[in-house]
């Protein structure tokens, strides 16, 4: 009789260490999808073109991670902070970080004509702003403009002149050229067809990689990512990348007064800053107070 209470024991431990073994196991990874890719560069980039101009003015609010530098420190600066976000396309863009117990302790924002970024922490206080028509891109900003309207699904692809499309299993991947070099590479998933990274690159070194996911439907036909990380390669190998994603948790359709427009994608004053810097085809000036 004992001899039997003890093999149930027995059976019973076994039996557990079963179920925790099984528990434990490593799951089965669900398999990558991969569909019929775009048999052209010019149908990618007609898919790419009628996502952004299905591209619906949008409001939405999240949370923001950012690590950045200062200069002559190799150590980054990382913070963590509520943000609010207004788009219109094509344009339009105002993001607000509630940094430093200040609710518009970052600002980016940028409309037809200019573009800004404003960042009030004390150990880097400053101000950049530039012109559109004055820039061949946007020195070491941070954060953006163009590459977060980009990232939104608001595109500028340009003619189909100078791009080439090619397969890498669940991606189609355009990649623009520019003289000798490669410029621009969008990885798009050839079963929904929307984007998941895009490489910025310089004489052929990736220079700034987007990645975008868990896309969420804002309007018919147009989607946008809940996801999006922004990270700026260094040159130092011995220094952390410049970097910002964002985490939106809600990403709604918006329709915008004149008087909202015009309050929210307006350059403010350069007010209360250490630093005040325009861009000019890349080269960062200071100007006077």
Known sequence: MHRQRYNHRMLFHFAAALLILAGCA???????????????????LSVLRSHSENATPLKANGQCRLQYHVEDDNKPKKESFPVKLWVNPQTDIYLQGDIAFDAKGIVLGSNENE???LMKPKEISSYWWGKWSQKSSFGKLTINPKL???????????????????NE?????LTKQKGQNESRKIYISNCDYLVRKIEYLDKGRVIVVTELDKYKEVSKDF???SVIKIVNQTDDGDKDSDSITLN???????????RQRKILFARPQPRGFEHIYKIVDGNMIEQPQ
């Open 248 to 258: 939106l948790k809600s990403i709604k359709p918006v329709n915008f007064t004149e």
């Open 148 to 166: 977060l309207l980009e990232a939104l699904g608001i595109a500028t692809v340009g003619s189909e002149e100078n791009w080439s499309l090619s």
């Open 115 to 117: 573009f800004w970024l």
């Open 223 to 225: 989607f946008a990512p």
């Open 26 to 44: 490593p799951q089965k990874r669900e398999a990558i999808r991969v569909c019929p890719g775009k048999g052209s560069a010019a149908e990618a």
């Open 169 to 173: 299993g669940p991606f189609d991947v």
